[in-house]
Every structure is written in C-alpha cells, then in structure tokens.
C-alpha cells in the first residue's frame, strides 16, 4: 500500500514509518522539516504539493499535533488546539479534493476524552467523555474540548468515499528514547518511582508492537468507521504500574511523591500533572469485539520485554 502519514515524525510516526516500510509499504511523511526522500513538506494548514501524494493513497494514518508533554499554558493550549484542529481540516480538504481518494483515513485522537474516574473502565459505546470525578482541575477539561474538536473536524469533512476512524489512543509504550516507558524509567533509575498522590489513578497504555498490529486491522476492517480506543484491555494503577517498571529493570525501591511534590517536579520538567495524576480507564471494546488479539495484554510483561528491547 502506498500510506501518507501527516506528523509522521514523532514518537508514534517512527513506530509506525520502521513497521510500515519494513512490510514493503511505501510511507511518506508529511512535515514542516523533511529531511529524506520520502518526507514532504506541508505546514499542517494550508494545501499544497503534499495533497498530490494523498490523491492515488491507500491510506491516510494523520498524527500531527504539538505535544501535550508541556506546560498548559494559554499559548500553549492555543497551539495544541490548534495544530491538531487545523490537521485535520486539511488533511480532509486534501482528501475531498482527490480524484482517487483514499479508502481509509486513521485520524490520531486520545484517551484524555474520557472522564477522569476510578471506576468502570470506559469503551467507545459506554465511556462518558469529560468531567469525572469532583477533584478534577478545571483546567483539564480543555484536553476534553480539544479532543472533541479534533474529532469534531474529522467527521465533518466531506469524505463520502473514505472511511475514517478517530483512534482514541492511550499511551504508547516503547523503548524508544523520548517516549513515555522512557521518561518513566529514568524517574524510576532516579529513584522517584514510587506511587504518585497516593497512585490509585489508573493508566491506560498500549505495547508499540500492538499499536502497529492494531493499526493495520483498523486499515482492512472496513466494517469499522467512527471512533475507536487502541488500548491495552487491562489498565494499570500507578503505583503497580511503576513497580512493574522496576521490577523489570532490576531497582529496588521507589520513593512515593505527594500530589504537590508531583506539581513541582512537572513544574521542573516543563510537563504539566494532568499526565501523571489523571485516571485514564480506556479498554479496547470495539477493537476486541472484532476479533483483534493482543500480543502483549499485561503490563508486567509488556514491561519486561521493553526493558529487554531497551538494554
């Protein structure tokens, strides 16, 4: 297949472009710094020569957005917002236009649009989306509203002849430098990889070897459209998923942290909390419902084997 994936540059992007390629798939990525051959340039908000490479594409797999590994300061919640709004849009101008348009358009989305709870974990018929529980800062509804938005400006572009799934994506777990399983574990080689508030917040997150098979089901299953949660079935506490890190890498002990200390410290490394406190309960309903497997369902040993890949 012939793939373009827009923001293919990131941490998902190189996941996805390594797998992709190594199957004898041509990839091209769309970003504002091409650097090979089979990078385009494009400024994520306006069309240009890039829309040729969607016209005649089998696939369309969009990632572009500015990182939410920030502070959420208004610029920055502003260009979050924004960068993801302005994507999608034109990603779907592009494909409105083509005179061979392609058949599937995989939209990146989040977890995030869930609510904030300790409770039933959420799947795409029965999640409720925002809100939560009654200690949830006011300023994390505006992950929940950007979101809606990007979901928003996928579905309404007019595409009647490409099928598009909006993937509600926990965290990506890979060895991969930069990435989440990496800034976790330095915490915990640090010795800062203890409980969090107490670490009752449940995380949501997927094994990057399932983030790609879930991908090219979602590109042949053309009975599923709309949006779809690429989560492991089984999440995680924090306290026990921290553990599980140091277990796997052989450390001993990891110091707790208070919610204010957890303040401080996404203060120090310009991040913000909602990262690390936010209870993120996403299972993969419809993903299971149409008969996808996962390789690596449990985090203890989805842990073991990252730290593997990592040494």
Not at 21 to 43: F, I, K
Not at 192 to 217: C, E, K, T
Not at 282 to 305: I, T
Request: proline share 6%; with cysteine; net charge positive.
């Amino acid at each position: 297949m012939r793939i373009v994936i827009p923001g293919g540059t990131g941490q998902i992007g190189r996941i996805l472009d390594r797998a992709l390629t190594a199957e004898g798939h041509e990839v091209l990525v769309l970003t504002r710094r091409p650097r090979a051959d089979r990078e385009l340039y494009w400024d994520g908000r306006t069309l240009g020569r890039w829309a040729e490479a969607v016209d005649g594409a089998d696939a369309v797999v969009n990632l572009a957005g500015r990182s939410v590994n920030c502070r959420y300061t208004e610029p920055n919640q502003r260009e979050m917002l924004d960068s993801r709004v302005d994507s999608a849009r034109v990603v779907g101008e592009a494909v409105a236009a083509a005179k061979r348009p392609p058949r599937v358009w995989l939209q990146m989305s989040t977890a995030t649009i869930y609510a904030h709870h300790f409770g039933a974990p959420h799947d795409e018929e029965s999640g409720v989306l925002g809100g939560g529980e009654p200690d949830v800062p006011r300023y994390w509804d505006f992950s929940v509203d950007i979101a809606r938005a990007w979901e928003r400006a996928q579905e309404i572009s007019p595409t009647p002849q490409t099928r598009k799934v909006a993937l509600r994506c926990a965290m990506v777990m890979s060895p991969d430098r930069g990435g989440a399983f990496d800034m976790m574990l330095r915490l915990a080689r640090c010795g800062l990889g203890g409980p969090i508030d107490g670490g009752s917040q449940y995380m949501s997150w997927i094994h990057d070897r399932d983030l790609v098979r879930a991908v090219r089901f979602l590109l042949d299953r053309e009975e599923l459209a709309g949006p779809v949660n690429l989560a492991s079935p089984h999440p995680v506490a924090q306290r026990a998923f921290m553990r599980a890190i140091r277990r796997a890498w052989g450390i001993p002990v990891g110091l707790p942290a208070t919610r204010w200390m957890a303040e401080l410290g996404a203060f120090a490394l310009r991040s913000d909390t909602e990262l690390l406190l936010k209870s993120r309960t996403v299972v993969p309903g419809r993903l299971q419902e149409a008969g996808f497997g996962f390789e690596h369902p449990h985090w203890p040993a989805a842990a073991v084997d990252l730290a593997r890949r990592r040494r």
